[in-house]
């Protein structure tokens, strides 16, 4: 699945410093490595590790204070703003913890939205690609609910859709089942491994180490530093994982158990 | 992002606060309605000014003696004894672009009929008066020339001086009043009037041969005036022109001197008429359009809290690609939209004023350039005061904001 021949992303010596006061605080202390089309990779790390400044790297939401960052073939450190709002509308799906749907807003019309940001679709073309990706995710039946509508589960599947939509080069998940039960984590589990085995390179933002599991390839982020990259040849699959969770779980059970986790 | 879906999202986002959408367009409404009938009432009152002077005759000019200065001094005008019978005859026999004349004397008292009196003014004119006036008689006939040869003792009176000093269904005709104790015979009654612009009430007049006036009443020689009338309202400059001429002749100055006499038209007074309306309208609509400015940072300040609120949404739209562009176009239109249909409500408001000002009596027109000035005023406004909170939106840290709680 994983074509070695296509480097999506590539990181040369990344640094990103901040000019916090008078104090200059490194968040990325020189990150290196090349991510390749049709990986699952799950970035890892304690707070405070980078992690979050890696991601905002990758989805050029900013710009490395030094280094070279490729992403598609293309350098971004140097682009504009605007280069850089085209590159994430052409090229990143993004999936957010909180989902970040435009509340009273259509599932359809909340998958549109990278689409309204790119001159090339149709009104006609958009609504057929919203339709066709929120029908992949599994959401055909809830076409036209609002966000209040839906349960937290089906609301991170719109986000999904919405990041498949602009069929992008990577998607980008920050902690995108950090709100959601364990069951439902996993029902995402399902559906990533799904993206990941149609050839999709998907990375994955969590503290969660179980998840790496689930995961191609595990980046571990320490104090702005890679401190493990591994190859993970021993995928799970995540619809044995959901098939074997108890069906009884309570929420109280669940909120003890991630705390337990996180502890 | 094309201009419809910035349309759309905009008439969304308007449409998901509707009530405060509505009070933020209530300030243009109130302040473009308020322009709107300013204006109105302005240009109404205009119209009525030029009626009522047109009513008076355009082409009516009046000669006063006096210059605007004699020796780098100003005399009042009235004590100037320049204006005398031969002018009058001069103008008489040398007159080509005037049709009619008459020399004027004044004086103002009390007048006595029977045991009712009022205070009124006398004119001492000539038959002529009443054609230069437009002025009709309702009843009995005016004055004759050989009345004014002969400072016969008659008078024409207007319909207030009836009201006062007669009872009703009494005719006046020929009845005598007293005016300074000297008995004037009525030969006719002049059709209403009414007041002027100026609030004077022209029907309290008695009008009487220029000669009585002098010879029995003020013993005196010279006119405070001379009225005439030109041919037609274009032709008031060639009339001017000629009694110039006329009186320059007729008082033997040299070419070095300055007229000892002033002419003005009707028409020039109109256009003093119409220049101190404007002043005052431009008053009025001035005040009318601080509201609008308040409204427009009603706007700013909704626009503001609307950027606030929505940070998280302006995050994720630039995460998927928005440019700050896309965003500030999208709170721009947001308060264009608020501005003009604003706009469009207050002008329909004000059109409905001005009908309200109409049936309470008083004259209101709405100018046509009135609604377009309120339209570019109310885009002005929504950019204007959109363009700050569009700047702030667009300039937020997309980082930052997907993150804002």
């Known amino acids: ?263 | 992002m094309s201009i419809l879906n910035l349309f759309k999202i905009a008439i969304k986002a308007l449409s998901n606060n509707k009530f405060r959408t509505f009070l933020s367009m209530l300030g243009i409404i109130i302040g473009v309605a308020a322009v709107i009938v300013m204006m109105a009432i302005g240009q109404g009152s205009k119209e009525s000014v030029r009626k009522d002077i047109s009513k008076m005759g355009t082409n009516l000019l009046s000669v006063r003696p006096g210059a605007e200065k004699m020796g780098g001094v100003r005399l009042d005008p009235s004590e100037m004894q320049t204006l005398k019978i031969a002018d009058y005859e001069a103008i008489l026999n040398n007159k080509k672009y005037i049709t009619y004349v008459s020399p004027e004397v004044t004086s103002s008292g009390q007048v006595i009929y029977g045991a009712k009196n009022t205070s009124t003014t006398i004119y001492g004119e000539s038959p002529e008066y009443l054609d230069i006036k437009k002025w009709e008689i309702a009843s009995g006939s005016c004055f004759t020339d050989e009345d004014v040869r002969k400072g016969a003792k008659v008078c024409v009176v207007g319909k207030t001086i009836v009201d006062e000093l007669f009872e009703e269904d009494t005719d006046p005709i020929d009845k005598v009043i007293r005016f300074k104790s000297i008995p004037f015979r009525i030969v006719g009654v002049l059709e209403e009037k009414g007041y002027n612009n100026w609030g004077m009430d022209q029907d309290n007049v008695i009008i009487t041969p220029y000669t009585t006036v002098m010879k029995r009443l003020l013993a005196q020689t010279f006119f405070q005036g001379i009225n005439a009338s030109a041919i037609s309202e274009e032709l008031s400059d060639k009339a001017i022109e000629e009694l110039t001429e006329i009186l320059r002749e007729s008082h033997s100055l040299k070419d070095s001197d300055e007229d000892d006499f002033t002419i003005r038209s009707q028409q020039e007074m109109m256009e003093t008429m119409s220049s101190t309306m404007d002043t005052i309208t431009i008053i009025l609509v001035v005040a009318a359009g601080f509201s609008l400015l308040v409204a427009g940072i009603g706007i700013m300040n909704i626009m503001l809290v609307s950027v606030t609120e929505r940070t998280r949404e302006i995050g994720l739209r630039m995460s998927v690609g928005a440019r700050g562009f896309d965003i500030s176009n999208q709170f721009l239109i947001e308060s264009v939209i608020i501005s003009l249909s604003g706009g469009l409500i207050g002008i329909l408001t004000g059109w409905l004023g001005t009908l309200l000002c109409n049936h309470l009596g008083f004259p209101a027109s709405i100018p046509m350039w009135s609604i377009v000035v309120s339209f570019v005023v109310c885009t002005v406004i929504g950019v204007g005061f959109g363009y700050f909170p569009a700047r702030k939106a667009a300039n937020l840290d997309p980082i930052e904001a997907i993150r804002y709680e």
Request: charged share 25%; hydrophobic share 35%; aromatic share 6%.
């Open chain 1, 1 to 263: 699945m994983v074509n070695k021949d296509k480097v999506i992303i590539e990181l040369r010596d990344v640094k990103r410093k901040f000019i916090v006061g008078d104090e200059k605080v490194y968040a990325l202390r020189g990150v290196s490595f090349k991510i390749y089309e049709g990986e699952f990779v799950t970035i890892m790390g304690t707070s405070g590790s980078g992690k979050s400044t890696l991601l905002n790297q990758l989805g050029c939401l900013d710009t490395p204070s030094s280094g070279e960052y490729i992403l598609d073939g293309m350098s971004v450190r140097k682009m504009s703003k605007n280069q850089r709002a085209r590159l994430r509308n052409r090229k990143i799906g993004f999936v957010f913890q909180n989902y970040n749907l435009l509340p009273k807003t259509t599932s359809v019309e909340n998958v549109e939205l990278p689409l309204m940001y790119n001159k090339e679709y149709s009104a006609k073309q958009r609504k057929e690609a919203a339709i066709k990706v929120l029908k992949e995710v599994g959401l055909g039946h809830r076409l036209d609910h609002k966000p209040n509508q839906m349960s937290g589960g089906q609301m991170q599947r719109v986000a999904i859709a919405r990041a498949l939509v602009n069929n992008p080069a990577v998607i980008l998940a920050d902690e995108a089942t950090g709100n959601l039960d364990t069951r439902t984590s996993f029902e995402m589990l399902v559906l990533f491994q799904k993206l990941y085995s149609e050839g999709h390179t998907i990375i994955f933002v969590t503290h969660n180490p179980e998840l790496a599991k689930y995961s191609s390839r595990n980046i571990l982020l320490r104090d702005g530093r890679i401190v493990d990259d591994t190859i993970n040849t021993n995928i799970l699959s995540a619809k044995e994982t959901l098939d074997n969770l108890p069906v009884e779980e309570t929420v109280d059970d669940l909120i003890t158990e991630s705390e337990s986790r996180d502890d």
